[in-house]
């Protein structure tokens, strides 16, 4: 399995991130961000753990702790979805969203109190899915009394639906 590493956050994604993710809000300079990039590193370690069995269950364990830790002064939850698509993509997922009624409805599902936003720039419903999941799992009130691993599971069977392997 192929891993991001803290070399490819600062060379790839930061950079990514600054150039097409950065229109109507600002990122950070996150590289100057020590702090930040030394917990980004240690979220990008621990995910190789074993008990984190199969790339959904890595995948998830890397998205949320990214955004519920807030390691950045901003932009967490656009590094959690950028870090998220890389290692998909890097071990040979290929994301699929169906049609925005079914991501909806998953999401819906998985977590019921989801305020669903429409979002003008996005036309794409795996990019409504990859915003709403992020805004879910920065948002207690969304995501409601589940615990971290209630949240890591239930990010796990909803990438089920949106990534083929």
Same mark, same amino acid.
């Given at each position: 399995?192929?891993?991001?590493?803290?070399?490819?956050?600062?060379?790839?994604?930061?950079?990514?991130?600054?150039?097409?993710? =950065?229109?109507?809000?600002?990122?950070? $300079?996150?590289? +100057? %961000?020590?702090?930040?990039? *030394?917990?980004?590193?240690?979220?990008?370690?621990?995910?190789?753990?074993?008990?984190?069995?199969?790339?959904?269950?890595?995948?998830?364990?890397?998205?949320?702790?990214?955004?519920?830790?807030?390691?950045?002064?901003?932009?967490?939850?656009?590094?959690?979805?950028?870090?998220?698509?890389?290692?998909?993509? =890097?071990?040979?997922?290929?994301?699929? $969203?169906?049609? +925005? %009624?079914?991501?909806?409805? *998953?999401?819906?599902?998985?977590?019921?109190?989801?305020?669903?936003?429409?979002?003008?720039?996005?036309?794409?419903?795996?990019?409504?899915?990859?915003?709403?999941?992020?805004?879910?799992?920065?948002?207690?009130?969304?995501?409601?009394?589940?615990?971290?691993?209630?949240?890591?599971?239930?990010?796990?069977?909803?990438?089920?639906?949106?990534?083929?392997?």
């Amino acid at each position: 399995m192929l891993y991001p590493t803290t070399k490819a956050c600062i060379e790839l994604l930061f950079p990514y991130i600054c150039a097409r993710m =950065a229109s109507k809000e600002p990122a950070p $300079a996150y590289e +100057m %961000e020590h702090k930040g990039v *030394e917990r980004l590193g240690s979220v990008l370690e621990l995910m190789q753990r074993p008990e984190y069995d199969g790339l959904m269950a890595k995948a998830a364990y890397l998205f949320c702790p990214i955004i519920d830790g807030h390691h950045f002064s901003n932009g967490n939850k656009r590094l959690a979805v950028s870090a998220l698509v890389y290692f998909l993509l =890097a071990n040979g997922g290929r994301i699929h $969203a169906p049609n +925005m %009624e079914v991501m909806r409805s *998953e999401l819906e599902r998985a977590f019921p109190n989801l305020k669903w936003d429409d979002v003008q720039s996005f036309s794409q419903p795996h990019e409504f899915f990859f915003y709403h999941l992020a805004l879910i799992i920065a948002d207690r009130n969304q995501k409601g009394a589940m615990n971290f691993k209630q949240e890591q599971e239930a990010v796990e069977k909803l990438l089920q639906v949106i990534v083929l392997k």
